[in-house]
């Protein structure tokens, strides 16, 4: 964290659901209404990790007859090296959309040729942050190359060509950015507001950090905006009414639903918050009110990048990818990966895991159901 507050500001757009930060959605059909839709979890899972290759029986009541439905994940392949650091991505059908922050592009994968090789879109992007793909497009944000603005950009997925779409201030030293969309592309400078962008100048202000604290995520579901305060600890939640200025933070509009120790990231899926931080991974529904978080998991070292699909939360952790069941409660995480290369980002796409490394790599891992 860079130790100071930011601002958030939001643009509409058609489509999927938001994702600031290190965060994607994408449904797993394979067993996805047990564990989804509030089945009991075994913890009496095994795991056995030699390198890169994980065994992993991770098992919930309510398969077919009552019978329990096991998960098992394979081992982690190279799909390609970029050769430069890889953070956030996205997969739409065949393709894959990486950010490469070094090199100031989007490397785009064709994920059904029989040797994927790396291509380049929006070239000259400084220090992108925060990846989408909505009604056709690519959106991301990054600052200009003296950082004295962030903008948010449209990226044509085939001419590879980037559109600025708004701009917004910055103090000439940094430039966060994260972003996502559900009808809603955001993005995030210093400051100490929260704000969308529908009012048009600088918006309408939604909600407040605490002074000094950063807000490193942000996701819009339902109509409802949640984001974490890491000075606070607290996940919270506005409906988009307009907070006054003169009240304190977060907002005479904005509720509290629950507090982690340093939360780093959150997703949202089936009316659930889940939050990644050094208090571990915690979920609460997304309705609550000054709630506790349930505690899927107290172990976390250096947790980064969550996402959700219809059965596991997974999130990068030091050098490794971890899982863990929707519903579980206090267990021990599933390793799915921990070796030479340092993960940043994942996505969960049919039976496939896919995620990007530090040093540039993209890694698949299967994942069936049994």
Known sequence: MFGR??????VGLS?????LGFEDHEPF???????????????????????????TQSSTTGGEGGQPIVYTFGEATELVDAGTELTDLVVEGDRLYALSPSDQNIVSIDLGA???KVETLGMGLNAPRGLVYSAGALFTTAGDMTALSCSLYQVDPISGAPTSLIGLPNDGTNCYFALGAEGTLAAASRGDEVRTRTGGGQGQLIGKAYAGSTIPALVIDSGKYFWIDVNSGELLRSDGATVQPQHNPPGNQVDTLAQMA?????AVRN???YVVGDGGVGRVAATANNSSFTILTPSADAPRGISVDA???YWADGTSLRAVL??????????????????????????TIYFTTQSGKIFTISKTVE
């Open 5 to 10: 507050a930011w601002w958030v500001a939001l």
């Open 15 to 19: 489509g999927c659901q938001l994702v």
């Open 29 to 55: 059909p394979g067993g996805g209404g047990g564990a989804g839709a509030g089945a009991s979890t075994s913890t009496q899972n095994t795991t056995s990790t030699q390198g890169t290759t994980t065994s």
């Open 114 to 116: 029989s040797k994927p």
């Open 262 to 266: 340093v939360p780093a990231d959150l």
């Open 271 to 273: 009316g659930q918050v």
């Open 311 to 313: 059965s596991h939360v």
């Open 326 to 351: 929707l519903d579980a409660q206090g267990v021990t995480p599933t390793v799915l990966y921990d070796d030479d290369e340092t993960p940043n980002d994942s996505v969960s796409v049919g039976e």
